[in-house]
């Protein structure tokens, strides 16, 4: 088989190709019983998808934070392709390499000071589960065993295997369709909203009564530090994080920082806990670390909870996944961080905050908009009523932008080399697409 020979299912036409897909193939949250048709994705670059039928869509998504370089990077695809020639993957038992301890080392340096123990994972949701895991062994090797439940703040979103999901916001996680498998843990109400809201007497009661009453029994706090994501598109004060890192001292709480969606730059600090320059216990890494081309994350801890746990009862950490450390990720995320550096991932995401807040911000004045709320590169149009996919991503890509809503949330966080003008065309088109949108379900009401 050349490169070019193609199977006869490489020469569909995309009506048979949609066919299939809603035939056999499962996509994200979504029903195999007469799903909406997916859009066929040839190719990208830069900040465009292309469409089979040519069309150019600017991507407002990164792929769900992750392609934060842009697509088709030649300082990517290079790194890659070199270490394809050297070798692709290698089991991690027993062996190392470079890229593997390149990327460790890196991953150390650039996080707060005291994260020294990198675990390397093959998705977001097993850094969660390895998190909660390191938590749960840590209090075993201290002679803490009881130490088996995790407190965390409502509107969380955390991934969806069992460990993670059970820490997931209990309505919007569904919790009641795994209500007899899920562990039980504790939860507060989310932080209210505001990036710069000032802390006021009694925010961080809940938390603190929670630990008095339950400290024997918690083993860590988790959440997303000042971004809740897919939980909500929240954001909360520094002054929070701070205040509720410090009772987790005071009560004998581990805190585990998920910065798996705000990781390398998105909210406008290098890791979101620096805006409190609060350092965690444990930190889960992910999505944008390999600037959106591979799967792959890393759980990080101190010295402290890796050597207690490697004295511990097991002697050792028990996980390891078939594709540690994989080679080629590693390889793709230190170029990855390369590129942080050489962009300016600072310069970048400013210059995308402003002008999210200029083309965003006068969307208030829209009868069906609740708020706007914008944070690094990250901005959010809430609308008063929950939208229906598939009609508004249809307007969406007829006016040329990618955007994938949910519920009342329409958001956008941008690759970080996106123009201002691109910017502005995306926004546009979006706020556009709304327009649309609500005058038919207005008109359709009457
Ligand atoms: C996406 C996400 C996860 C899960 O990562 P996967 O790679 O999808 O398993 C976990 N936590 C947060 C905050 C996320 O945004």
Redesign the pocket.
Known sequence: MGRHSKHYLDIMTPEQLIALDQQHVWHPYASMDNPPPAYPVVSAHGVRLTLVDGTQLIDGMAS??CAVHGYNHPHLNDAMTQQIADMSHVMFGGITHTPAVTLAKRLVDMTPAGLEKVFFAD??????EVAIKMALQYWHSKGQANKQKLVTIRNG?????FG?MAVCDPVNGMHSLFAGVLPQHHFISAPAMGFDRPLEAGDLDELEHKLQQHQDEIAALIL?PIVQ??GGMRFYSPAWLKAAAELCKQYNVLLIA?????GFGRSGALFACDHANVRPDIM?L??AITGGTM?F?ATLTTTEIATSISRGEASCFMHGPTFMANPLACAVANASLDLLEQNDWKAQVDGLNQALKQQLEPALKLEYVEDVRVLGAIGVVQVTDPVDLGRIQEMLVAEGVWVRPFGKLVYVMPPYVMSPQDLALLCQGMLRALTTYFKETHDGAH
Do not use: F, L, P, Q
């Open positions: 769900w934070w998705s977001g949701s097993v850094a969660v979103y955390h991934g969806d295997t993670a997303e994501g897919a998920d910065e798996i969606a705000t889960c992910g999505k799967s994350a």
